[in-house]
């Protein structure tokens, strides 16, 4: 005789119970509206199939003129997706450099210690980004807190909003949490003892960071990297207040086209965007998994 | 372990970078001239502006109902889902769903924002609507992109608990949906609630998905912010960039006393019964 | 006395691997039961299908008369034991305890009375508003096996609940379970890879191995009278050899012919010899009905563990008296010592103490994941048994 398998099925009920509700919203609004940018980004007004918004974003062209007052023709989207790229990168690489010390300091101190320095670090990243954004403008403003702070010293007045260095500012200061958390965390569970043991190998301060420490605190300078590499690839309004918007990023591209109404436009953007990031990640996810195999 | 002090000197310098602006708009928020370098006499002229600006206060209530009603469904759907997930057999069905959940996540915010805008404005044509944005859609948007962080937070749960707890509930009388709630609930609450705190803080702070996928008629404080941005600001502003500041901190500070107090009273009562063993002793 | 439980032709496997293959079992009222065999042997299955979590894919569950394939595990009129106590973090002792009556709306005055009792039985008097995490290892076992208790179960299931113990808790647990299941008169089903623990406390002990049923019987039975190599070699030492029943009670083996007092085996009928260490008289060599060379020993306390080679094969010895390494021996062997068993698919697979030492043993008695960790300290090419089982199946 075969028995019924009463448990089995109950526990399958209970699942389809649970999972139901989600699996549905999950395809519904996650998936389906990025199928929405797929067919807006090769779709015209009247929804016919076209290529055109993607071929523009690749050849569209405008006059730029440069320092020396000269006129130039340039690849408009281009120049601004390579414009974001670069003050993404290196905002990312200063939000690094900065908080890799700092989570390790972090994570070597007392308990409490490490408890009140988290909420601190925490307490900015509660805030939000536009209140934060602005503070910095009041700050690096010509006639700002900053520039009267140093002619008090009597030193040079420094014109910084409305450059590129200003946007860098508003981007390592509003993502800089996000690189100093996912980073102490991994560093926090860290076995004191393996540090100890490298020593007793033989490695100098130097090796211990370099042969140790570093290799098991990848896992969290990846996703640091990627919590401060996407949003400021993608942001839009840092560059709109900071740079005085003379430094069009591709986030300002996309929110320009969706104010004027361009849907179409703007999905093609945000779709060969999302592509590049996705292409990116499944790269960098591959390099991370080669690591860890060798 | 002590701190050395070139550590506490970098701490220092990178607190100071954290906090100074936020410092700036704090005592700039109590100035009584407009100008935001020369400080020139202490005034609650502003807060007053602001508590008699309706829109702002609109705004406020909007953020709240929208954060109050958008995290505890996300709540209720991601914490089912995870219990969903953590039984699910099928290694694909699992990776699929594994994926889509981290969707939202790694996508910028703009590509979630737009991708929503995008489908709400067609369905909205569809159906013949002239806005198609309104408060449904803003809730359809912040459940959507809480509920990851909810998983996130109550599968890790579901999978620390000692599996035999359910059986062991089974075994004691409690029917399968009995021993879910009797014992598996009370063993993922910590991450329930922190999901919950974490889906509503994310809802009040969005901007970016919310200002693609708002209509015009519903407006939340950091939609009303950046409206506010855009002209040329008054320090009122700052007014309100204190007072959230301050409701921040004071958040912060009750959740981490209460962490402190129970571990107090842990230590006192250890203690106590350390006592009471060397007098039996 | 009652049949409590029966298993008839049990079968079940997890993903195309048989776990059980055809289990009968009959469990009567009263007994202390033990299932004994190492990791993966199926022991664990057998409790689980008992209490409900598994469903057999072949076979029925009899509980005192009644199919009971199809109830779920809270309709069963048994209890577990779990290996690691699966006590609620979030109820203290009591709540604990008073757990499966709070499930069945027992007033509130006698679930206070039972809880207490319960608590008294397993000596936590006291105890009840302490949390259950800050008890210590022999204490939750007990929160467990009161918990367990309360809802008088006709039948007490035990999934190794003493594997998480030190060794001298886990002694004292030994006997008071055995105490707790007197005074109960519930039966007890526990699940042990600890042969020791199996001998000393049970009334019955089925011995498995890869999802069969190797032998049922009371401890003295299993040790005296095995019925095949593997169970000779899981319980306790044994040598075991090759040998030939010349006739009733004659059995040749090493070179020598016995006399024994195994009958019905027939003439010139192939069979597997079991001699226990400590069933073997050391004598002069020339007196011997055996002669070999010392090749090691070990003092262990009590007695001492020699290694002797004879003709090539390895036979452990426990003796009182002191041996020196290399030393020419005699062995006396008496006829009741000599156990005779059938030839079965074990045979040749154990009972050679030819790559025998100490840190072997240990790694034996390992859990199987443990042994993958250690996988790389052991030399792949020189695995304790295989060697042993090819020199006897080519002698």
Known sequence: MKNPNAVRRRSTRIERFCLGPYSAWAVLFIVVPLLFVAYYAFTDNSFHFTTANITRFFTATSSVTDETGAAREVHTYLLIFGRSLKLAVISTVLCLLMGYPAAYIIARAPARTQKIMITLIMIPMWMNFLIRTYAWMTILQDTGILNSFLSALHLRRVHIIGTESAVVIGMVYDYFPYMILPIYSVMAKMDLKLLEAARDLGCNGFGVLRRVIWPLSLPGVISGVTMVLIPSISTFYISQKLGNGKFYLIGDAIEGQYVANNLHFAAAIAFILMVILLAAMAFMQRGANKKAMA | MKMKPLSKVYTALVLLFLFAPILILLVFSFNQSKSLSVFSGFTLYWYRELFRDAETLKAVRNTLLLAVSSSLLATAMGTAAAVGIHRLRSKYLRAALDTVTNIPMINPDIITGISLMLMFVFVGRLFGAATSLNFATMLIAHITFSLPYVILQVLPKLQQMDKALPEAAMDLGCTPLRAFWKVEIPEILPGVLTGLIMAFTLSLDDFVISYFTAGNGFQTLPIRIYNMTKKTVTPKMYALATIIFFVILALLLISNLSDDDTDRKLKAAREKRKAKRAAAG | ?395
């Not at chain 3, 008890?135 to 190794?160: C, F, H, M, T, W």
């Not at chain 3, 290694?307 to 452990?316: A, E, L, S, T």
Request: with cysteine; aromatic share 8%; proline share 4%.
């Open chain 3, 1 to 395: 006395m009652n049949k409590i439980i029966e298993l008839k032709n049990v079968t079940k496997s997890f993903d195309g691997q048989v776990v059980l293959d055809n289990i009968n079992l009959y469990i009567y009222d009263n007994e202390f039961l033990t299932l004994l065999g190492p990791s993966g042997c199926g022991k664990t299955t057998t409790l689980r299908i008992i209490a409900g979590f598994e469903t057999a894919d072949e076979g029925d569950v009899i509980f005192m008369g009644e199919n009971i394939n199809a109830v779920p595990p809270h309709k069963r009129n048994v209890n577990t034991v779990f290996q690691r106590y699966a006590l609620f973090p979030h109820l203290n002792v009591f709540e604990n305890v008073a757990f499966p009556l709070r499930e069945k709306r027992v007033p509130k005055a006698e679930i206070e009375s039972r809880v207490t009792e319960m608590l008294h039985l397993v000596a936590l008097t006291g105890f009840e508003k302490r949390s259950v995490t800050s008890l210590s290892g022999g204490q939750q076992q007990r929160v467990a096996i009161a918990r367990a208790l309360v809802n008088n179960p006709k039948v007490l299931l035990l999934d190794e609940p003493l594997a998480a113990l030190d060794l001298k808790l886990r002694k004292d647990m030994q006997q008071e379970l055995k105490k707790i299941q007197k005074a109960t008169g519930i039966t007890f089903i526990f699940v042990t890879h600890d042969q020791e623990e199996a001998l000393s406390m049970s009334d019955t002990v089925v011995v498995m191995s890869e999802g069969r049923i190797q032998q049922i019987g009371t401890p003295v039975d299993i040790y005296n009278e095995p019925k095949n190599a593997f169970v000779a070699d899981f319980i306790g030492e044994s040598n075991i050899l090759d040998g030939v029943m010349l006739d009733d009670r004659k059995v040749s083996f090493a070179g020598h012919v016995f006399d024994c007092v195994d009958t019905g085996f027939g003439k010139r009928t192939p069979v597997d010899v079991v001699v226990r260490p400590e069933d073997v008289d050391i004598v002069p060599e020339a007196k011997g009905m055996l002669r070999g060379v010392v090749t090691a020993v070990t003092f262990l306390g009590v007695y001492y563990e020699i290694i002797v080679d004879i003709k090539g094969f390895k036979w452990m010895i426990q003796t009182t008296d002191f041996v020196d390494v290399d030393e020419h021996i005699g062995l006396s062997i008496e006829p009741d010592a000599i156990h005779i068993m059938a030839k079965s698919e074990y045979s040749g697979m154990f009972g050679d103490y030819s790559s025998f030492s100490m840190e072997m043993d240990e790694i034996g008695e390992l859990e199987e994941e443990q042994l993958e960790e250690l996988g790389e300290l052991v030399d792949p090419d020189e695995p304790a048994e295989a060697p042993a089982a090819e020199s006897e199946t080519d002698a």
